[in-house]
């Protein structure tokens, strides 16, 4: 089993920052593949971003890319989210997602494990 708790969501203005982070317990995330999914009311989840066991491979959603950095540090067992340049269409519930491979977040659409997501809101 792995348990994950997303934490760092929040209100803030368009153009500031946040830092998600994803903390897990049960089993070490060096194992997993990470992701984070987001969905806001009314819309669809959508894939943010995802990057592998060891972090040499990141993945990004076009609408985050070069705005949002995802990250990791197997040794804390926690995955981050940066996101900078925050827009209001950035307004979601955020999730975070634990997978054994990567094509079960690119391709399939989730992990095996899911955080409870914590909000945020990017006001104009």
């Known amino acids: 089993q792995v348990q994950l708790v997303e934490s760092g969501g929040g209100s803030v203005q368009a153009g500031g920052s946040l830092r998600l982070s994803c903390a897990a317990s049960?089993?070490?995330?060096?194992?997993?593949?990470m992701g984070w999914f987001r969905q806001a009311p009314g819309k669809e989840r959508e894939f943010v971003t995802a990057?592998?066991?060891?972090?040499?491979?990141?993945y990004y959603a076009g609408s985050v890319k070069g705005r949002f950095t995802i990250s990791r540090d197997n040794a804390k067992n926690t995955v981050y989210l940066q996101m900078n340049r925050l827009k209001p269409e950035d307004t979601a519930v955020y999730y975070c997602?634990?997978?054994?491979?990567?094509?079960?977040?690119?391709?399939?659409?989730?992990?095996?494990?899911w955080g409870q997501g914590t909000q945020v809101t990017v006001s104009s």
């Open positions: 990057i592998s066991w060891t972090g040499g491979s990141t």
């Open positions: 997602t634990a997978a054994g491979r990567m094509l079960s977040i690119l391709v399939v659409g989730g992990g095996n494990y």
């Open positions: 049960g089993r070490s995330l060096s194992n997993y593949t």
